[in-house]
């Protein structure tokens, strides 16, 4: 009965811890696309270990968007879009009315890549969605 209660726990606990860190999956069709999204990008950033986009998303629709939801983006080596590095989400927990507008960021981090053999990088695939 002991080891079964500690496998129990021992379980509980990788199942958690795998379900941290899960902001790099991308690209997924197991989500509800949120329509009506317009997105705008104010500034990229590269870095020594991380690249940076922080942008702007607009609920051009005529309901809200109600949390929790999530934007996502694929970071590419360059304007050319035919090396994917990677990508990465943001969760809001916080509704966005008709007409409103809001800010979030994306960061891609590697250990695969030197980030800052990048500084051309671009964003491309941004959407918004419900899990």
Same mark, same amino acid.
């Given at each position: 009965m002991k080891i079964y209660i500690l496998y129990s726990i021992i379980s509980s606990? !990788? !199942?958690y811890m %795998?379900?941290?860190?899960e902001s %790099?999956?991308?690209g997924s069709d197991d989500v509800s696309i949120i329509k009506n999204t317009e997105f705008s990008i104010i500034e990229k950033t590269p870095g020594t270990n991380t690249l940076t986009v922080t942008g702007t998303v607009k609920n051009t629709g005529k309901s809200k968007i109600t949390p929790i939801w999530y934007i996502e983006g694929d970071f &590419? %080596?360059?304007?050319? &879009?035919?090396f994917k590095l990677g990508g990465d989400s943001y969760q809001f927990n916080y509704s966005l009315a008709k007409g409103e507008t809001t800010q979030w960021t994306l960061n891609f981090s590697s250990s695969q890549y030197n980030e800052s053999d990048y500084p051309d990088f671009s964003v491309k695939? !941004?959407?918004?969605y419900y899990k």
């Amino acid at each position: 009965m002991k080891i079964y209660i500690l496998y129990s726990i021992i379980s509980s606990i !990788l !199942l958690y811890m %795998s379900g941290c860190g899960e902001s %790099s999956v991308t690209g997924s069709d197991d989500v509800s696309i949120i329509k009506n999204t317009e997105f705008s990008i104010i500034e990229k950033t590269p870095g020594t270990n991380t690249l940076t986009v922080t942008g702007t998303v607009k609920n051009t629709g005529k309901s809200k968007i109600t949390p929790i939801w999530y934007i996502e983006g694929d970071f &590419y %080596s360059d304007n050319t &879009y035919t090396f994917k590095l990677g990508g990465d989400s943001y969760q809001f927990n916080y509704s966005l009315a008709k007409g409103e507008t809001t800010q979030w960021t994306l960061n891609f981090s590697s250990s695969q890549y030197n980030e800052s053999d990048y500084p051309d990088f671009s964003v491309k695939n !941004l959407r918004a969605y419900y899990k």
